[in-house]
């Protein structure tokens, strides 16, 4: 026997709940049987409500066990649910299985927008305004509205089709789930029905509630119909018109203006206008026989509207009025000329003059006679036929209408004599520019009278243009501005005189207006301009030109009521170039300079990289909605692309539209640097802006980048025109070239340092130059010029010096000792010799610059003189030690190479100037070949004592001995022992010095900074200055060293 035990327990939870279908208030749901407990299930509990109620108050379905499919309805559309369920037997309820969320579908909205408002705005447009359904009524997510509207409806079209006629705008929702909207290019003065209806993805909702609002009132848009024009005579006329047409009326008609003008007025002055509230007016006291230009407009409380086409009437004709003016003069003793004007009002077509004369003998009248002339007669002879009598005339113009008044009678009385007259007439011309004018200046008169012309007073002077006829009649051809004023024409005679004046006005284009821009916009110029002469006939309007840069000309005209204008549908951030004209009815005006004006706008503005770009792998998306248009909207993108560091540009699209609010550049390479170009244009220009980034690795990473400037504008650029690299590249090579500059310039003072240096080497050693110190303390100290280039064109060993004492140098010896110091340089073993101001030794020569110590005359009182500054050849001194030849002589030292030599020879000159000029070198040249026979026959002698120089003798010599060939052993030598303890071949060497005379020194003149000022002797010296013409006294002389 067997037994079973059946353990019984309360079912598991239902699992896999699925949805099957799904509406939008009603759905399916199904599910798997689960384990029941050893316990048939006897139901099952479906609970749901919104997900943002409570499960407490959860509605709930009861089916029975043995179903697995239930329906749910009763639900709101598009609204979230949460499902569960449990199933249930006769042991208890399972647990709850897990929820399910459902959303039900969307419906059209069940409820009609709320709170519609409409408001008429102006004569074209309505603003509507209204507010969301309830929220219960929404049925879906709102996406939009349509407002409908259409002009009213009979009753009976609203009933066949409510919705008919209406036109739709969508408008898209607002953040607050409203809306409003303007309604444009509506009619004028029109009532309109509105309606608002809400959408969703399923479409929309039930309508609002009409609401009829009507457009503002505007001027009439339509002239009044069928205008006519009847005359009712000479000076009245008759006008008719109908209303205009409804639909142009665009509100009520309040009344209406006629316009009238006559045709030879128009456009110089302003019209006549009559108002009228009927459709009729009676136009009265117009001028006879005239045409008329009459338009008619109607208007509202708003303005006026539209004109009618002009039409014409003509007044009927009348009689015409007299003659402006007669005249009636002798031209001679028997004949007598009557001239006139035609009627100032010919009021019709003029038929013919009657001309009217009467003669007077004796005080009684003997009758009248008339004759009638032609329509175009303006003169008219007649017979004197009594010498004695009086004539009288007088005249008359008639047209069909009959005769009109008659002239004032003008009287002629006997007379033998024919005084000058004018048979022609004053008068005022008005002529437009360009036209000829005839002035006749007829004359009559015997003797014949002299005719004289002026012009404002001035007599006039005749040219190509102005003409005088033998008949005295004046000629103007192509009438100028200038050519307006008076013009006079007088005769005389010897029995009288006579004038008579023209005065012209010339009409001629307007000048040009002064043209201003007051303000720009992005699209538009506000211009104003101001007129200056209108030329004489009123302005009828102007015409703007304008162009942008690479644009063509165009133009726009507008009317003369009106002094500004805005000129719109202008391109953003360009610059125009403008000019206006005036007209008037002589002809169109120069233009004003042309006025240069930019509209605003900027060109598109680049935004930062973390707002353009985001990549991944292997695509980057460019957000180009990012990007500021500066004011202007862009026209389109240009998008480029490269690897990083390669030269070539990829062009990825070269006009996307500022509508794509993203673009993506695919097919890249993962981990790659690349750079990305971007160009936006709009019409102020374009903007280029070059982003860097790194595509992601495979795995999603980022590499490193090495490049620093994630944004950089137009970074393909050569380095050149980098200023940022520029710059820096720019200082360093300045500051390169001012190290070397500095560097040169220490090098050059340091060379010049060595050479002053090496100059002032060469001094006597310590007791050789107190000695000479104590000798010559008491000495007068000068400075004498020299030039060491002389020596060697004169020849050496000479026994001239008459090159002695000339400088050319530009520099001062600054310190001068009481002694002479002199550079030595090292020469080959050779007799000693002296030629001019060289001194050659065995193993130095003397060059440079000399001070002497002169014997003081007995009547030198005064104090010493301070030392005297020597001018210095520019020529450095040579360097003792740069010789390349040694001294034959091994045991010579520096010291005892070096020589100081004390010379007292008086100074004849100082050239305070530095140098002498040409002239004064060519003198002295002339000077010298002039005395060169007699330096040829003389000879030079001179004794010195053995102990001190000062102990010197001087023996009188004609002046400039003769200039010899300066051999060694030569008669007229004196021998001069060197102290060096050296000697040469000869031991002795040679001078030979200019001789001076006893009184030399006058001749001495130092500078007046270096001589005392008590010296009074110094004060009667000559001129420091040597003179070409004087001559030179030399004396020998010899001293030992």
Not at 851 to 861: C, G, I, L, N
Request: net charge neutral.
């Amino acid at each position: 026997m067997s037994i079973q035990l059946i353990v019984q327990e309360v079912p598991e939870q239902p699992k896999n709940l699925r949805i099957n279908s799904q509406q939008s208030r009603s759905l399916q749901l199904t599910w798997s049987q689960p384990f029941a407990g050893n316990s048939p299930i006897e139901q099952y509990h479906i609970y749901y409500k919104q997900i943002s109620d409570i499960w407490q108050n959860a509605e709930h379905i009861d089916i029975g066990g043995a179903q697995t499919v239930v329906n749910i309805q009763q639900l709101r559309p598009a609204k979230a649910y949460h499902i569960r369920m449990s199933a249930e037997n006769k042991l208890g309820a399972s647990e709850y299985s897990e929820v399910v969320q459902v959303t039900t579908l969307e419906e059209v909205p069940s409820g009609p927008p709320l709170q519609v408002r409409a408001e008429a705005k102006s004569s074209t447009e309505i603003s509507v305004t209204w507010d969301a359904p309830e929220r219960d009524h929404w049925n879906g997510i709102l996406l939009g509205y349509y407002v409908g509207y259409q002009m009213s409806l009979t009753p009976e079209d609203k009933e066949v089709n409510p919705t008919q006629g209406f036109s739709f705008k969508t408008v898209e929702v607002r953040s607050h789930f409203g809306g409003e909207t303007v309604l444009t290019n509506l009619n004028k003065f029109t009532q309109y029905h509105v309606i608002v209806q809400a959408y969703t993805s399923q479409g929309s909702g039930p309508p609002s509630k009409e609401i009829a609002v009507q457009t503002m009132e505007d001027v009439p848009s339509s002239p009044p119909e069928s205008p006519q024009c009847d005359v009712l005579g000479s000076t009245s006329i008759y006008i008719t018109w109908s209303p205009p047409d409804i639909d142009g009326q665009n509100g009520k008609i309040k009344g209406y203006k006629v316009f009238y003008i006559s045709v030879d007025e128009l456009y110089e002055t302003e019209p006549e206008v009559v108002k009228s509230t009927n459709q009729y007016v009676t136009i009265e006291n117009l001028r006879k026989y005239t045409n008329y230009t009459v338009w008619v407009l109607a208007y509202t409380k708003v303005g006026d509207g539209m004109k009618t086409k002009p039409f014409y009437c003509r007044t009927h004709e009348d009689v015409p009025s007299a003659p402006q003016a007669i005249k009636a003069i002798p031209a001679s003793s028997t004949k007598i000329i009557i001239s006139w004007l035609p009627p100032d009002l010919p009021n019709g077509d003029i038929t013919g003059y009657t001309f009217y004369m009467s003669m007077l003998e004796g005080g009684r009248e003997e009758g009248t006679h008339k004759r009638l002339l032609g329509p175009y007669v303006e003169m008219h002879e007649t017979v004197r036929t009594q010498e004695s009598a009086t004539y009288q005339f007088w005249l008359t113009a008639s047209t069909k209408m009959g005769e009109g008044e008659k002239t004032q009678v003008v009287t002629v009385p006997p007379n033998n004599k024919v005084p000058a007259r004018i048979v022609s007439f004053s008068q005022r011309i008005v002529t437009p520019w360009k036209e000829h004018l005839e002035l006749p200046c007829r004359k009559v008169g015997a003797p014949a009278p002299v005719t004289i012309w002026r012009q404002d007073g001035h007599n006039m002077e005749t040219s190509a243009r102005k003409t005088i006829a033998k008949n005295g009649t004046l000629y103007l051809r192509e009438c100028q501005a200038s050519d307006a004023g008076n013009y006079t024409c007088s005769v005389e005679n010897t029995w009288g005189k006579d004038e008579i004046v023209y005065n012209i006005v010339v009409k001629v284009p307007p000048e040009a207006p002064n043209l201003t821009v007051v303000s720009s916009y992005t699209d538009s110029l506000h211009l104003e301009w101001l007129d200056n002469s209108h030329g004489g006939s009123p302005i009828l309007g102007y015409v703007i030109n304008y162009k942008r840069d690479n644009g063509d000309w165009e133009e726009l005209q507008v009317d003369a009521k009106t002094n500004s204008h805005l000129l719109s549908n202008l391109w953003c951030g360009t610059r125009y170039q403008l000019y206006i004209t005036a007209y008037n009815k002589i002809g169109t005006g120069l233009p004003c300079d042309i006025v240069n004006s930019y509209t605003k706008g900027n060109s598109p503005v680049q935004p930062k990289h973390s707002q353009m770009i985001t990549n991944n792998s292997t695509s980057v998306t460019c957000w180009l909605d990012s990007w500021g248009d500066g004011g202007c909207g862009i026209l389109y993108f240009m998008i480029e692309s490269r690897v990083y560091g390669r030269s070539t540009w990829n062009v990825v699209s070269n006009h996307i539209p500022p509508t794509e609010r993203i673009y993506t550049v695919s097919d890249l390479v993962p981990g790659t640097k690349y750079q990305l170009k971007v160009t936006a244009h709009n019409n102020a220009g374009s903007t280029t802006a070059v982003y860097n980034f790194t595509t992601l690795s495979p795995q999603g990473v980022l590499y490193n980048s090495d490049h620093s400037t994630p944004v950089s504008h137009l970074s393909d650029l050569p380095f050149y025109a980098n200023f940022k690299l520029l710059l820096p590249i720019c200082i360093s090579l300045l500051m390169l070239l001012a190290l070397v500059a500095a560097a040169l310039f220490l090098r050059k003072r340091k060379l010049s340092n060595q050479a002053r240096l090496a100059s002032s080497s060469m001094s006597e050693s310590p007791s050789l130059a107190n000695l000479q110190n104590k000798q010559n303390r008491d000495q007068q100290y000068l400075a004498v010029r020299c030039n060491p280039t002389n020596s060697a064109p004169r020849g050496s060993n000479s026994n001239d010096s008459g090159s002695f004492g000339k400088a050319e140098g530009n520099e001062y010896i600054e310190d001068i000792c009481p002694y002479a110091t002199f550079q030595l340089n090292k020469q080959t073993y050779s007799e000693s010799s002296y030629s001019g101001n060289v001194y050659s030794g065995p193993y130095h020569s003397v060059r440079g610059s000399f001070v002497y110590h002169d014997v003081k005359p007995e009547s030198y009182h005064s104090k010493e003189p301070e030392y005297t500054k020597v001018r210095r050849k520019v020529g450095r001194l040579r360097d003792p030690h740069s010789e390349s030849q040694e001294s034959d002589n091994p045991g010579s030292t520096d010291s005892e190479v070096r020589k100081i030599l004390t010379l007292h020879i008086p100074i004849t000159e100082y050239d305070t100037l530095g140098s002498e000029s040409d002239n004064d070198v060519s003198a002295r040249a002339l000077n010298s070949a002039k005395y060169r026979a007699q330096r040829d026959t003389q000879d030079e002698t001179s004794s010195s004592s053995e102990t001190t120089p000062t102990s010197m003798t001087r023996k009188s010599k004609p002046p400039f001995a003769a200039r010899k060939s300066g051999k060694p052993g030569t008669g007229g030598k004196r021998h001069v022992r060197s102290s060096s303890g050296y000697s040469s071949h000869n031991e002795e060497t040679t001078f030979s010095i200019s001789n001076y005379p006893p009184n030399y020194q006058d001749h001495i003149n130092p500078p007046a900074r270096f001589s005392d000022a008590n010296d009074k002797t110094a004060k009667t010296q000559t001129s420091p200055r040597m003179r070409a013409n004087q001559k030179l006294q030399r004396e020998a002389f010899q001293i030992n060293v």
